[in-house]
């Protein structure tokens, strides 16, 4: 979807026809580490990786409604 739809918003806006597929790409790598890192956690580290995640998430979503 982002290779058939990004080319013409790209050149629309003045960037490169294939500005958001590397973009996409460049992003998929380290998503794909973490993925692969995240298989060998066990029962109680992800918990507190969820957790933890949550709780940035939250921060994160009050810090965009004050600025």
């Known amino acids: 979807m982002v290779a058939t739809a990004s080319p013409s918003v790209a050149v629309r806006i ?3 026809e294939y500005h958001f597929l ?3 790409i460049l992003f998929l790598a380290p998503a ?11 029962h109680s580290q992800i918990l507190k990786a969820a957790v933890a995640i949550s709780i940035i998430s939250i921060i ?7 600025g």
């Open 22 to 24: 590397f973009r996409h």
């Open 60 to 66: 994160g979503v009050v810090m965009s409604l004050i």
């Open 14 to 16: 003045g960037l490169h």
């Open 32 to 42: 794909c580490a973490l993925l692969l890192a995240s298989t060998i956690l066990n």
